[in-house]
């Protein structure tokens, strides 16, 4: 008895729900079990998503959640070494995705649908710079499902993406010793009713920071990481403290003897493993405290200097843009920065390398110069 053929695996379902004519797409991941349904606003565009699913099923690759949630939760589940904050961001970034598309499969996105996504946040009033990262995000995630098997490519790795308004906030060089003196002011005499111990180790923060590390490499330091004798802080890879790539675990060199002793005074008397720069009162040591204490400072120490406010990793980019500017190389600035490549550091910093590259050639213009009108001086007429 021949036996009866089995029905498709995937396959479009047109019906009428209280007067509302609705498309499904019906997937059948195992035959013996029940569909998943997912509805679409068009019958063209179920037809289009269940060709994908057939192709996904013949692949093997249809064990991907089919839900934002799901999928959102196996990416942060396949990254347990991520800060808490890092995961928080990450979330919040790819469930703003997910507000713009709560009706479609994760692994649906087209390249199109990015620049809807783009005007859909730009009416919600959210900024090109939080637009970019919530785009980065998703394609991170999709070149996760590619390594999964998931899907083929990722459809937004270079689509366009909003361009941040401004540049990114540094002091001026007159602003860094006004930023620093001040510091040590408010450390000596602190403001209203904080606790001395609440500024102690500020001074020693604001050096650090105008060394280029993070912030958060800067919460995690512990006293055994700050070699003094040798002038290196190592900014290293531990449980509970991340960092950014492979790149941020470096030495990072201090040179400046005024910093050694800022920093030294910091640490005298404190154990090897105790944290290097305490933060937040007794019992409020967590990290979301930690941020607030380092930015809290930052601006009040602003306003004693009678300088802009400027956030913590302000500092950062000011030690790079100074950096580059004074004829350092991106790949020089890159290792101070623990960035992941130089081509990181020259987008971030592209206004500083193309002042330095100007700078460069106006001295050899000048020089030029110099050497065409001396010896147009000496020139005399004969006779």
Do not use: N
């Not at 790149?247 to 944290?275: C, F, N, T, Y």
């Amino acid at each position: 008895m021949p036996r009866r053929p089995l029905g498709p695996r995937a396959r479009v379902r047109t019906r009428t729900k209280d007067g509302e004519l609705i498309h499904e797409l019906l997937v059948y991941p195992d035959r013996a079990g029940p569909a998943r349904a997912v509805r679409f606003p068009t019958r063209a565009e179920a037809e289009r998503q269940c060709a994908i699913a057939l192709a996904e099923l013949d692949a093997g690759t249809l064990d991907a959640p089919a839900d934002w949630p799901g999928m959102i939760e196996a990416y942060l589940s396949a990254r347990p070494g991520l800060r808490r904050e890092s995961r928080q961001t990450y979330r919040h970034r790819l469930e703003a995705v997910a507000r713009t598309f709560p009706s479609r499969d994760p692994l649906t996105l087209a390249p199109s649908d990015a620049a809807t996504h783009w005007r859909a946040r730009e009416q919600a009033g959210a900024s090109p710079t939080t637009i970019r990262a919530e785009i980065d995000q998703l394609a991170i995630l999709q070149r996760w499902c590619v390594s999964r098997g998931w899907c083929r490519v990722a459809t937004w790795a270079d689509v366009e993406r909003p361009e941040p308004r401004r540049r990114e906030a540094h002091l001026r060089p007159e602003e860094i010793g006004a930023f620093l003196r001040a510091a040590e002011r408010l450390a000596a005499d602190p403001p209203g009713e904080r606790r001395g111990e609440d500024w102690r180790a500020w001074p020693a923060a604001a050096w650090l920071l105008m060394h280029g590390l993070r912030s958060s490499e800067v919460q995690h330091l512990r006293v055994r990481d700050l070699d003094l004798v040798h002038g290196i802080v190592h900014v290293r890879d531990r449980e509970g403290a991340r960092t950014k790539s492979a790149q941020s675990d470096r030495a990072v060199p201090v040179l400046s003897v005024q910093a050694l002793d800022v920093l030294q005074a910091a640490i005298e008397g404190r154990g090897l493993d105790e944290a290097a720069i305490p933060m937040g009162r007794a019992g409020r040591e967590g990290l979301a405290g930690r941020s607030k204490w380092l930015a809290r400072r930052c601006a009040m120490t602003c306003a004693e200097a009678g300088i802009r406010a400027v956030s913590p990793h302000a500092l950062r980019h000011t030690v790079a843009t100074l950096a580059i500017t004074a004829g350092a190389d991106v790949s020089s600035v890159q290792a101070l920065l623990g960035h992941e490549s130089a081509q990181v550091t020259a987008r971030i910093y592209s206004h500083a390398v193309a002042g330095a590259q100007a700078m460069g050639a106006a001295r050899v213009v000048g020089a030029y110069l110099d050497r065409v009108t001396a010896g147009r001086a000496r020139l005399r007429r004969v006779g």
